[in-house]
């Protein structure tokens, strides 16, 4: 498919498609890939491709696009994720590096055997555990949640949603404020120190900054946390009291720092940590991420499953991933990022395979002005999203089951062999086949493909990956999978680094955990200083606090319009959860169609109401597929995607992550008949001219 550039007087994404042979397609895309490389260079590429297109290791689409990219000349790409981009960051400069807390975090059987009292800021959310990139064949933690209600292991639920934690797990609920999680950890903090319940021995032997810290929080005691956060005084120095006597973890979730000022939570769960001295014991200590995802404290393979090499980028140019529509909206613009100044090149051409910004960007409005800027946008898609409909040329691409490939997931104990299920659909390609056909155009096709087909990849990735004890490609594809060998058990969190510091330091300047960081301080940023701190939110006129959290039946916006999500609408709308009280001070019922509107847009809703969510707050999960309506006030989704309320803010200049997971909003009821859901019609088609 393909189509002329938007006209000023037609909203982006309304324009019809022309319907293309194959062979005119690639010749078009070819010629257009050539035009811009010469007349712009390779910089002026975007390589889009982003996540969670594919459960298969050959034909994941972001390695194949940046392949072929790579072997073009190079392209811009990004850094980090939207899902914990900013703690990537900032945990470099805090304890060494990032992967060691995100991908070797205590696992499940060494907290459920020796922790005495979890600590779960943002909670510990079952709905998000069965996932990980690249599938998941056995999911555990809802086992080991289940092993902490047996053992009676004390829970503290810091979240404004109980749902945040399974109910069948005991807790004592904190429903705090959202955002305010870091005025908490601060009082608590406080406590600590007061009342000498610190490790003043961990805190000489294994960190730095802790005389910093210290005298930061000498006026931030639980009294002044308590008026933040909404939880009381007396409470929080008796949680304080409690941590203070138990093995007890701190786990702060992914979500806490995708908002505005995301490093700090944290950073000061680390801190909290550190003052209890039990980072490094079995079942204390630090977590980040429990309840994010699936791998996160399991106690699998770690072994590096078979994978497309992607080459190297001959480009130097990056952008921090939630960055994309500043970048395509302000070529020549300098911003910050962790000590550095950089620049925003001047993009012509975004190619996207893989992922859907307009399911995980902010400020949807503000992304539809950017995509109309370059000259064109390429996607691979089997689905008509808001993405591909904001595209130039659009080429349809397989799914899963209608190729062949080999999967697997992070600390999975399978490699599955993926066989075909279906036929493609009419002319779908995958998005090997299609590339391949345009590195034919362009002179590089023995380059991309070796000379094999996707089948030979499978084998001659296989075979190169495969130890003496693995069966050959033969047996292996006939069996259906391969059980990989299996990982250590249980394992903690720095437990190396706290038997001898010295033999095994943090590649942090000091060698140490950094409470408090020269080199962050030295840079300067007002929104993230060199410590712990609780910067104060920016002012709104809006009265609700509006999280946009992860969805319980579906894959981000991944089969949105299939029948387990579907099944979950309100009027064929996304459900937005109220607490009953909100709903009556605005005359809103169980079911109502309502609208929810900040400066930035509108979306429509079904009112869900329950009491498991605290006053002055409302949860509309995100991934409902993108359906614009334009009208006077703005773009309304009439289909309840709450991109188009959050902010498109970066969490801090040192990370530039995402800050999509909170926004300020207002609610009402939804008077007239409300406009149709239209995201399961695809767009026009128009009769090609020739």
């Known amino acids: 498919m393909a189509r002329p550039r938007s ?24 010629a257009e890939l050539r035009r811009v490389r010469a007349e712009h260079g390779n910089e002026a590429i975007f390589g889009g491709s982003y996540g969670w297109a ?73 709905k998000n555990v069965f996932v990980t990139p690249g599938g998941i064949t056995r999911h555990g933690t809802p086992g080991h949640l289940a092993a902490l209600a047996e053992r009676n292991i004390e829970v503290a639920l810091v979240s404004p949603l109980r749902t945040d934690l399974p109910p069948t797990v005991p807790a004592t609920w904190y429903p705090v404020e959202p955002g305010t999680d870091v005025a908490l950890m601060l009082g608590l903090a406080h406590t600590l120190i007061a009342e000498g319940l610190h490790d003043l021995a961990f805190l000489d032997r294994y960190c730095v900054g802790f005389d910093t810290v210290a005298e930061y929080l000498k006026e931030r005691d639980a009294d002044w946390a308590a008026g933040v956060c909404g939880i009381p005084a007396d409470d929080i120095r008796a949680l304080a009291r409690r941590m203070a006597a138990k093995r007890t973890l701190v786990t702060v979730t992914w979500s806490l720092q995708r908002i505005r000022y995301g490093e700090q939570p944290v950073w000061a769960g680390l801190l909290l940590a550190a003052l209890l001295g039990q980072i490094g014991l079995p079942g204390g200590g630090f977590g980040h991420g429990y309840g994010s995802m699936g791998d996160v404290g399991d106690n699998g393979p770690v072994v590096r499953l078979p994978h497309l090499p992607q080459g190297t980028n001959p480009v130097r140019t990056f952008i921090p991933v939630a960055r994309i529509a500043d970048l395509l909206l302000n070529p020549g613009d300098t911003y910050d990022y962790d000590g550095k100044v950089l620049t925003y090149p001047d993009i012509r051409l975004v190619y996207w395979a893989g992922g859907n910004p307009f399911h995980h960007h902010q400020d949807l409005a503000r992304l539809r002005t950017a995509f109309g800027r370059p000259d064109t946008i390429v996607v691979h898609e089997p689905h008509w999203t808001a993405t591909a409909r904001h595209a130039d040329i ?30 493609p659909y009419g002319e779908a390609r995958d998005d090997h086949d299609i590339l391949a056909g345009l590195a034919r155009r362009l002179g590089f096709a023995d380059g991309f493909t070796e000379g094999r087909t996707a089948r030979e990849w499978l084998v001659h990735l296989y075979e190169k990956w495969r130890t ?76 609700l606090h509006l999280i946009a959290n992860q969805p319980s ?7 949105d319009v299939g029948p387990v999500s579907r099944a979950s609408k309100v009027d064929g709308r996304e459900p937005v959860t109220i607490n009953p009280a909100d709903a009556a001070n605005r005359g809103i019922a169980a079911g109502d169609v309502v609208r929810i509107f900040n400066d930035r ?35 309304l989704c009439v289909h309840g995607n709450p991109n188009v309320l959050t902010a498109d803010v970066p969490s801090s200049r040192l990370s530039q992550g995402c800050a999509g997971q909170h926004a300020r909003v207002q609610i009402e009821r939804y008077a007239g008949t409300p406009p149709p859901v239209t995201v399961t019609e695809p767009p026009t088609l128009a009769p090609l001219a020739r």
């Open 394 to 423: 659009v080429l349809p691409a397989t799914l899963p089951l209608e190729r062949e490939d080999f999967g697997g997931g992070r600390r999975d104990t399978h490699l599955i062999a993926m066989h075909r299920a279906v036929d």
């Open 54 to 126: 594919s459960a298969g290791r050959f034909h994941h689409a972001q390695s194949q696009l940046h392949r072929f990219l790579n072997l073009f000349g190079g392209f811009t790409g990004s850094r980090n994720s939207y899902s914990n981009g900013t703690s990537v960051v900032l945990l470099p400069h805090v304890v060494g590096d990032a992967d060691t807390v995100l991908r070797k975090a205590s696992s499940w059987p060494t907290i459920t055997a020796n922790t005495e009292l979890v600590v779960a800021f943002g909670g510990i959310p079952a």
């Open 468 to 543: 003496a004890d693995a069966p050959g490609f033969a047996d292996f594809w006939a069996a259906g999978g391969y059980q990989l060998p299996p990982g250590p058990t249980d394992f903690t969190l720095f437990e190396r680094f706290r038997a001898d510091p010295d033999k095994n330091p943090l590649k942090t300047p000091s060698g140490r955990i950094e409470l408090a960081s020269d080199t962050v301080g030295g840079f300067g940023y007002d929104d993230c200083p060199g410590h712990p701190a609780w910067l104060e939110p920016e002012p709104s006129g809006f009265p």
């Open 7 to 30: 006209r000023p007087d037609r909203p982006a994404g309304r324009d019809e498609f022309v319907e293309l042979d194959w062979d005119e397609v690639l010749d078009l895309l070819a």
């Open 601 to 635: 847009g509108a979306c429509l809703a079904g009112a869900v109401l329950t009491d498991a969510i605290r006053p002055g707050v409302v949860q509309l999960a995100t991934g409902a597929w993108f359906d614009p309506v334009d009208t006077p006030d703005g773009v």
């Open 553 to 559: 039946t579906r894959l981000h916006s991944q089969l």
